[in-house]
Every structure is written in C-alpha cells, then in structure tokens.
C-alpha cells in the first residue's frame, strides 16, 4: 500500500494497529512522501503542532508542522535540530514530557540516511512495567518526578558545543512539570513506566543519588532485549511512536555521511493533568 495513496479508512485501521501495537508503527514504505502526502498521513494520528520552540531554520520551508533533524549543513550554520547521540550510554527519552499537554505522538519520515550508524532505539514502558519486579513496584509506587526541559538542555549542550544556549522566553514558556512515575495510558488503560532520565530532575521524597539510581535501575529493566528494539532505517521508512507508552534513542552515526530526517508531532490526550 502506497502511504500516498492510502483511503481514510486504511490511515484509521493504521492508527489502531498503532495503539494494538504498544507504541510503535513502523512502515517500510520505500516511498519519500511529498509534505503534503506526509502531512495528511500524520495528521490520520491527531492533530499537528508547529513547533514554536524549535530555531525556524530547523522546519521545512512552508510546512511549521515538519522539524528536519539530522546534520544538514548550509551557508554556515545548521538547517536541521542536530543532537549528537552519545557513545556507549544510550538517551533514553520520551519527546516532551517536560510540557502540559505532552505531544501525544511522533512520526519520523527518513529522507536521507548513512549505511550504517544513526538507528533508532525503542522501547516498550507498558511491557516493561508489567514485567517489574513487585520490590521495584512498590518503590515507585505514588512517586512523582520533576520533568525540566532546562535540565535537559544543560545536559545536551555538554556533547553538543554548537548548540545554542536556550532563548529566556523559552525557559520562561516552559517550566519544570511534576508526572507520576508510572502512568495510565488514556486509550488503551495500560499503566506504563514514565522514565526519561535525561528530563526528570528529581523524584519525590529521594535525594540526588537515590533520583539516580532509581532511574538506573528502572531504564535497565525496561531497556531489556524483552521490551527493546534497534530500527535501522532506510530512506523512506514512517515511523509513528507513543510517547504515553514508549521511549526512544538515537544512536551514533558517521557524521561526513548525510542523514536528513522529518519529524512531526501530534496532540491527543495526555497521561496526566499536572494534578495530585
């Protein structure tokens, strides 16, 4: 089936197998999409944000609501959101769990890609926290962590010199958010582990070095080869993942080889109200 091409009906029955799936959807369609054919199929998944927060250059000229990422490089300066995967210690993440609402999904659409190197790492957290041993569980059970979007933006600029220093309006726009450690998935009901250290400052009632190994141990249980998996991508390839009950990482590529990537992000309910 041609994405291009795809009926409503079709986009709706994807859209289902999406939320069946756990959290991820991957499609090795072969096809590069034009932004418009791109568009109408994210847009089957939710409604489209346009990115405000990013550097304009980074979004497709005439399309807001399509974030390059990757090492495009033009004119001197960088036309893509380009964030260096670190070595040997993967970013687990989920995208923007620092804001109210959280996006409730993303797309990526690969346009250019190295040989090898750059794959993307996914994860189960619904799996994984049915799989958590009951002492782990009922360690977290009622925590609450501090989500910081400064926090991770001190933490990228230490492997990324060439990213800029955020806006002040930006921090101000976006302070820190409190989501529970384990979270119920708004469509489906499955309760699912809420984890992305490199976003949460602090976890309720623990000191520092507790917050730390807390979260250590929580990403390696939930980063097993049960619940993980490593998609090699190829020009063309859509995938669609769910922020409210997957996490995902980049990994390192060749960086005098191109990779050029689309992305988009999608609203929907969210796991939580900022409530306690």
Not at 235 to 245: E, I, K, L, T, Y
Request: charged share 25%; net charge negative; with cysteine.
């Amino acid at each position: 089936m041609s994405l291009a091409e795809a009926a409503d009906n079709q986009l709706a029955a994807l859209r289902q197998l999406w939320l069946d799936s756990g959290g991820l959807l991957v499609l090795r369609t072969g096809e590069a999409l034009c932004p418009k054919d791109f568009l109408r199929f994210c847009r089957a998944f939710g409604p489209l944000e346009e990115n405000e927060k990013y550097d304009p250059d980074f979004l497709l000229p005439g399309y807001p609501e399509i974030l390059r990422l990757g090492n495009l490089y033009r004119d001197g300066k960088y036309r893509a959101l380009f964030v260096r995967a670190e070595r040997g210690e993967v970013l687990w993440h989920t995208d923007d769990s620092f804001r109210y609402p959280q996006p409730a999904g993303s797309i990526f659409h690969c346009r250019t890609h190295p040989e090898t190197g750059g794959g993307t790492w996914y994860a189960g957290m619904a799996d994984a926290y049915d799989a958590l041993p009951s002492r782990l569980r009922r360690r977290i059970e009622g925590r609450f962590a501090v989500h910081s979007y400064t926090f991770l933006d001190d933490r990228l600029r230490q492997d990324n010199p060439h990213r800029r220093e955020m806006p002040l309006e930006v921090r101000r726009t976006h302070p820190p958010v409190i989501r529970p450690l384990v979270v119920n998935h708004p469509e489906t009901g499955r309760p699912a582990l809420l984890i992305p250290d490199c976003h949460i400052e602090s976890v309720t009632g623990l000191e520092e070095a507790e917050t730390r190994s807390l979260l250590a141990e929580l990403l390696a249980h939930a980063t097993r080869p049960d619940f993980a998996v490593c998609w090699q991508w190829r020009p063309g390839d859509v995938a669609v993942w769910d922020n409210r009950s997957a996490m995902h990482a980049g990994s390192p590529f060749d960086e005098l080889e191109a990779r050029l990537m689309y992305r988009v992000t999608f609203t929907g309910p969210d796991t939580y109200d900022g409530t306690r």
